[in-house]
């Protein structure tokens, strides 16, 4: 069974049956899966859900899969907080740096999350075929948990996604196809082939239950800090999945009195080469136009339009919390510089959150004493880096001088 009672267009407020599948509403909006949470709120307790071990199902309450037998695994873990103690010092800051490192998870980023739960809903309609645009770790996530589940992934990206992705996703029985263009391009193949090809879209909320696995990031989050929620999250803010799951995450245990009212901050980063949320944040607007000439190395937040953009930016202001771009350089300085100082290699992405903490540290949007959350949403090892050693002649004498 589910607590599952009916689907609901996020815009409009029009409900949809949830036995079967979806993409978009008629308005052409994100679907949200809402639950009966005074159910949920007796059959689970804070105490019960301490004693179970199986990652992020262990909140199957407040999951939409039906049958025990549908919900896909790779083997999912709960994601470590990881204290920044000697950036926290460095920058004469006071309050604590965490980083939530989703790095540790199956495929080596949080699209597992949505893509887990979005195949295991696939298995539960009977549904054979997924396809999607990625900029690789979607993609990735996509291939492993449909070959888990014994589906077939047809997987579209921008011929310039980094290599390391493009092989894993082929890897893992993806079929993969590399396109001349950027992700929206990617999108417009996989929605015109529907027809012609009768497989089933996962794009990045085009389907209701991606959210549902991301929102998972909330729960979890709330559930380590011991129910005590932080003063601002830092998410790297692409198609918004994440903060938007996040925050209907914090409704949901706000409706079942697990939290109070209290909200961190949401704070939207993007790459000052790809904001469109920034600047319609900026501008006062809901609504963010396609980014032209889209560029960052950042490559899960290369995403140049949104179709939950008024809902990223909604959360963003009722947290009050803002949207802000980092540049290209800040971004490869912040994770070079952690990596250094902590010995934790962050995505390019996640650096992005931490080079914005330091913007908004120093121009007061952070106070001194606040906890951020930052969240580094890929394992840095999927990334290109730039390597600085030496080399020694093993034939030649050693100056052993030069270790000192
Ligand atoms: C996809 C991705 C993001 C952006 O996530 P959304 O929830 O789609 O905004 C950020 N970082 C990484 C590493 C990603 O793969």
């Known amino acids: 069974m589910s607590f599952v009672t009916h689907l609901e267009c996020s815009y409009t407020g029009e409900q949809y049956e949830a036995n079967r599948p979806h993409n978009l509403s008629k308005a052409g909006k994100p679907l949200l899966v809402r639950y009966n949470l005074d159910a949920v709120k007796s059959a689970l307790t804070k105490e019960k859900l301490a004693t179970r071990t199986e990652?992020?199902?262990?909140?199957?309450?407040?999951?939409?899969?039906?049958?025990?037998?549908?919900?896909?695994?790779?083997?999912?873990?709960?994601?470590?907080?990881?204290?920044?103690?000697?950036s926290a010092e460095t920058l004469g800051f006071s309050g604590e740096i965490i980083v939530?490192?989703?790095?540790?998870?199956?495929?080596?980023?949080f699209k597992a999350r949505g893509l887990c739960l979005a195949v295991s809903m696939a298995k539960?309609?009977?549904?054979?075929?997924?396809?999607?645009?990625?900029?690789?770790?979607?993609?990735?996530?996509?291939?492993?948990?449909?070959?888990?589940?014994?589906?077939?992934?047809?997987?579209?990206?921008?011929?310039?996604?980094?290599?390391?992705?493009?092989?894993?996703?082929?890897?893992?029985?993806?079929?993969?196809?590399?396109?001349?263009?950027?992700?929206?391009?990617?999108?417009?193949?996989?929605?015109?082939?529907?027809?012609?090809?009768?497989?089933?879209?996962?794009?990045?909320?085009?389907?209701?239950?991606?959210?549902?696995?991301?929102?998972?990031?909330?729960?979890?989050?709330?559930?380590?800090?011991?129910?005590?929620?932080p003063d601002a999250i830092f998410y790297p803010t692409g198609g918004g999945t994440g903060l938007i799951g996040m925050w209907k995450a914090f409704d949901e245990l706000e409706a079942m009195g697990w939290i109070g009212p209290k909200r961190p901050k949401m704070i939207a980063v993007q790459a000052s080469g790809c904001a469109p949320i920034v600047k319609a944040w900026e501008a006062g607007e809901e609504h963010a136009p396609l980014w032209e000439n889209a560029w960052t190395a950042a490559?899960?937040?290369?995403?140049?339009?949104?179709?939950?953009?008024?809902?990223?930016?909604?959360?963003?202001?009722?947290?009050?919390?803002?949207?802000?771009?980092?540049?290209?350089?800040?971004?490869?300085?912040?994770?070079?510089?952690?990596?250094?100082?902590?010995?934790?290699?962050?995505?390019?992405?996640?650096?992005?959150?931490?080079?914005?903490?330091?913007?908004?540290?120093?121009?007061?949007?952070?106070?001194?004493?606040?906890?951020?959350?930052?969240?580094n949403c890929a394992t840095g090892l999927k990334y290109p880096m730039t390597a600085e050693s030496k080399t020694i002649d093993r034939h030649q004498p050693i100056d052993y001088a030069q270790f000192n």
């Open 55 to 86: 990652g992020f199902w262990r909140y199957r309450e407040l999951l939409p899969v039906t049958q025990a037998g549908n919900r896909v695994s790779l083997g999912e873990v709960v994601t470590p907080l990881v204290l920044l103690p000697r």
């Open 100 to 109: 939530k490192d989703e790095g540790r998870l199956p495929t080596g980023s």
């Open 299 to 375: 490559a899960g937040i290369r995403v140049p339009a949104a179709v939950g953009d008024f809902l990223i930016i909604r959360a963003v202001r009722q947290s009050d919390g803002f949207a802000i771009a980092v540049d290209e350089d800040d971004i490869f300085d912040a994770r070079a510089e952690v990596a250094k100082s902590e010995g934790l290699l962050l995505c390019p992405e996640g650096a992005a959150t931490y080079a914005a903490f330091k913007a908004a540290l120093a121009d007061g949007r952070i106070a001194q004493t606040d906890r951020v959350v930052l969240y």
């Open 124 to 229: 539960e309609f009977g549904l054979s075929h997924l396809a999607m645009p990625t900029n690789g770790n979607a993609g990735a996530a996509l291939a492993a948990y449909a070959r888990a589940a014994g589906m077939r992934a047809t997987v579209f990206c921008p011929d310039d996604t980094p290599r390391v992705n493009i092989e894993e996703i082929a890897l893992q029985g993806g079929e993969t196809y590399l396109v001349n263009g950027l992700i929206t391009d990617c999108g417009k193949i996989v929605g015109e082939g529907k027809e012609a090809v009768g497989w089933f879209d996962v794009s990045t909320l085009k389907e209701p239950y991606r959210i549902e696995g991301k929102k998972t990031m909330g729960l979890e989050l709330a559930e380590q800090m011991s129910w005590e929620l």
